[in-house]
T-cell receptor
């Protein structure tokens, strides 16, 4: 079956632009996670959804970051007024069960802010 | 806050040598997962450990959870070039905080 997909795979934005990153989880997976991974670092937790409910957004670095999953399936991570420090790979993962289940990762979106 | 340290950061080995990476937490963990990320790829789940002192094996890989549930190790016996990648631990504490370690990058010389 299909895995987790993310789009776009690559995004170049000028500083100050808004961007929207999409994640299509595995069908039927309850949990969805967003991570930010800088080059050579481990993924940093951003936010977690269980179905449509955003249960934890403690990792979002600022109020410029916003995530939603309105129907409990596809999720969008939006970054407003992008800054150079937002440049990173944004990974989405989904899990069949709750917070502590095996996570299936998408290929990521590489965001470069010029 | 929760701190997770993985050591070493990098490891070069000759093909056939053994490799071990360690994941150490400042707080007691409810469970721990290990992932492998190939260069240019995304993390792929390897194993989950839940019980104190638990040991699990997958072919040449051995995973261990410490008795105090604050640390874990991943050991690879007789490394192969296909083992190249970065190995991450993902820890969960009692407060449901989840944190990735910084990873150990394994390089294998054929």
């Amino acid at each position: 079956g299909a895995g987790v997909s993310q789009s776009p795979r690559y995004k170049v934005a000028k500083r100050g632009q808004d961007v929207a990153l999409r994640c299509d989880p595995i069908s039927g997976h309850v949990s969805l996670f967003w991570y930010q991974q800088a080059l050579g670092q481990g993924p940093e937790f951003l936010t977690y959804f269980q179905n449509e409910a955003q249960l934890d957004k403690s990792g979002l670095p600022s109020d410029r970051f916003f995530a939603e999953r309105p129907e409990g399936s596809v999720s969008t991570l939006k970054i407003q007024r992008t800054q150079q420090e937002d440049s990173a790979v944004y990974l989405c993962a989904s899990s069949l069960v709750g917070l502590a289940g095996e996570q299936f990762f998408g290929p990521g979106t590489r965001l470069t802010v010029l | 806050g929760q701190q997770v340290m993985q050591i070493p950061q990098y490891q070069h080995v000759q093909e056939g040598e053994d490799f071990t990476t360690y994941c150490n937490s400042s707080t007691t963990l409810s469970n721990i997962q290990w992932y492998k990320q190939r260069p240019g790829g995304h993390p792929v789940f390897l194993i989950q450990l839940v019980k104190s002192g638990e040991v699990k094996k997958q072919k040449r890989l051995t995973f261990q959870f410490g008795e105090a549930k604050k640390n874990s190790s991943l050991h690879i016996t007789a490394t192969q070039t296909t083992d190249v990648g970065t190995y991450f631990c993902l820890v969960y504490n009692a407060g449901n905080m989840l944190t990735f370690g910084g990873g150990t990058r394994l390089m294998v010389k054929p």
